[in-house]
């Protein structure tokens, strides 16, 4: 027994102190963003600082490298025409992102929650996934036509490994102390799943989201390259056949500036979705030594 005068025993020197940080408000949140992009700008300035070097100084034909204002001229130039294929190939990346991700998440949930499933689907999947693409392409243009269904199939192939894999580790990634903790309170396999397993598991879908909302533009572009008369993968390939290297550069920026801008919103959603886990990474809580 503690007698009333007895001082509860300090802790150890070297023991760990959990320091309580406040969230950060909006101004800190405009400062950290200009501080995590201030270094990926500076590097893209200056690739293309070196684009212009090396076409000044005529270091390489025009031809295989055209400048860097002959490219942004063609692009003011032929804007609509640019627009229009670039239009067609968002349309088909996000379709097939969204298809991707229904199917993914549904596969997912079923090979967690049987295992005769899993060990049946998984090695399919992983056959599936190792082979490449573009050989298959072809096949998809015989069977769907030369319409928008083949560029969709090639980027739900694509897209789709990454967000069952990220979907299958995150529910799989539940502390077994908490289902047995909601089982204990009489939560059945329903509730568990919404209030404890899908939660848990997001942050490792958007994971796996973010890197298959950018396959799934490489997957519209290589199912042009196969078989298409619009599209961005319809414009580089017919930039390439000319000769038309500022074209060529550009549906390439172009096809870039989409990933990169696909990539970001799946962030933006993240954040949105889950500030606890945006808070974390943070550093809401700190632990110092």
């Given at each position: 027994?503690?007698?009333?005068?007895?001082?509860?025993?300090?802790?150890?020197?070297?023991?760990?102190?959990?320091?309580?940080?406040?969230?950060?408000?909006?101004?800190?949140?405009?400062?950290?963003?200009?501080?995590?992009?201030?270094?990926?700008?500076?590097?893209?300035?200056?690739c293309f600082a070196a684009w212009w070097a090396v076409t000044a100084a005529d270091l390489v034909e025009d031809y295989l490298v055209p400048s860097p204002g002959a490219t942004f001229s063609l692009l003011g130039d032929k804007w609509g025409y640019i627009w229009h294929h670039t239009w067609i190939t968002t349309y088909e990346t996000l379709l097939g992102f969204?298809?991707?991700?229904?199917?993914?998440?549904?596969?997912?949930?079923?090979?967690?929650?049987?295992?005769?499933?899993?060990r049946t689907l998984y090695p399919i999947l992983l056959f599936?996934?190792?082979?490449?693409?573009?050989?298959?392409?072809?096949?998809?243009?015989?069977?769907?036509?030369?319409?928008?269904?083949?560029?969709?199939?090639?980027?739900?192939?694509?897209?789709?490994?990454?967000?069952v894999i990220s979907m299958v580790a995150g529910l799989k990634a539940v502390d077994p102390e908490m289902i047995e903790l909601s089982a204990t309170m009489g939560a059945g396999p329903w509730a568990t799943f919404v209030k404890i397993r899908l939660p848990a598991s997001l942050p490792h879908l958007f994971s796996g989201l973010k890197v298959a909302v950018t396959l799934a533009v490489t997957g519209a572009v290589v199912g042009e390259f196969v078989g298409a008369n619009e599209g961005l993968g319809y414009v580089i390939l017919q930039a390439n056949g000319n000769l038309d290297t500022p074209m060529l550069f550009a549906g390439l920026l172009v096809m870039s500036a989409i990933g990169v801008v696909l990539f970001v919103l799946v962030e933006a959603a993240e954040k949105l979705l889950l500030p606890w886990h945006a808070s974390r990474r943070g550093g809401a809580v700190t632990t110092t030594y």
């Open positions: 027994m503690v007698s009333q005068g007895t001082k509860p025993a300090a802790p150890a020197p070297d023991a760990p102190a959990v320091v309580e940080r406040d969230r950060p408000g909006a101004g800190e949140r405009v400062r950290d963003a200009l501080e995590s992009a201030w270094r990926p700008l500076a590097l893209l300035v200056a969204a298809i991707a991700v229904a199917v993914g998440v549904f596969a997912a949930v079923i090979m967690v929650y049987s295992l005769t499933v899993e599936a996934q190792v082979i490449p693409k573009i050989a298959i392409a072809p096949l998809f243009v015989v069977w769907l036509g030369f319409g928008i269904g083949p560029k969709i199939v090639v980027a739900v192939l694509i897209a789709f490994f990454p967000v």
